[in-house]
């Protein structure tokens, strides 16, 4: 549903401040992520609190899909029907503007939630000793192929459409002149806002329970200590007499 634009300006609400809040924390997440993976690199100790950063963020996401502003919501961008109509605009090169997510931009959304989940899992399935590290990496370099993949199709839609995509996700609104007609778009209410801070709340919670350290700076396992053994030291090339 899209509700009048009183101020009958330039442009149109679209995005809701916690979506964007979120994305962009995504991005710094992942990026942190990536940057601290090898265990030379300076920030290296941030790595494990990037990735429960990231594991927060997704919860929060996931709730947010069923109780969030009109197009954060699944029910409202998740469209199977229109992904034929939508791949023939893009090969005749005239693909259709949509206010949200378009068909292929919301198959990209989920699949990145879907990556971003399972190099999660694996993630603490390493720091436990219980998988191996190479089933990791390889997830994420998958994911950061489908990163990549998605920041090329946003920078594609914004040329042929003459719509800055990434504009929008930093201002949350669009041109009226690109969208004749369009409203602002629903926004959150109050208790959806609150049940997003409870779901933050409980999953820092429950991560704090399992890993006490999980915000902090930590050598790469300490999150395993007292749960997978050994591997703590050893499976990072470590000796615990500082040898």
């Not at 939508?86 to 090169?93: A, D, E, K, Q, S």
Request: glycine fraction near 12%; hydrophobic fraction near 50%; charged fraction near 15%.
């Amino acid at each position: 549903m899209l509700v009048a634009n009183p101020a009958g300006g330039n442009t149109f609400k679209v995005w809701d401040a916690p979506l964007r809040l979120f994305h962009w924390l995504l991005v710094a997440a992942i990026t942190a992520a990536f940057l601290s993976s090898e265990g030379d690199s300076p920030i290296a100790a941030w790595h494990m609190a990037a990735g429960w950063v990231a594991a927060v963020l997704l919860a929060f996401r996931l709730i947010w899909g069923f109780v969030g502003g009109e197009h954060a919501r699944f029910v409202n961008f998740i469209r199977p029907s229109g992904i034929v109509a939508h791949i023939r605009g893009l090969v005749t090169g005239h693909p259709e503007r949509t206010v949200g997510h378009n068909p292929l931009g919301a198959l990209a959304v989920l699949a990145l939630f879907a990556a971003v989940g399972a190099v999660l899992w694996t993630g603490i399935q390493v720091d436990t000793g219980k998988a191996d590290e190479d089933i990791h990496e390889a997830l994420a370099y998958g994911m950061l192929a489908l990163v990549g993949i998605h920041v090329a199709a946003v920078l594609m839609m914004s040329l042929v459409t003459r719509d800055n995509l990434a504009r929008a996700m930093v201002t949350g609104r669009k041109r009226t002149a690109l969208y004749p007609g369009a409203r602002d778009a629903r926004v959150p209410g109050f208790m959806a806002v609150v049940l997003g801070g409870v779901v933050v709340i409980a999953a820092v919670f429950g991560i704090t329970r399992f890993d006490p350290a999980a915000f902090s700076p930590q050598a790469h396992g300490e999150a395993g200590e007292g749960q997978g053994g050994e591997y703590t030291a050893a499976g990072h090339g470590e000796n615990p007499d500082g040898d």
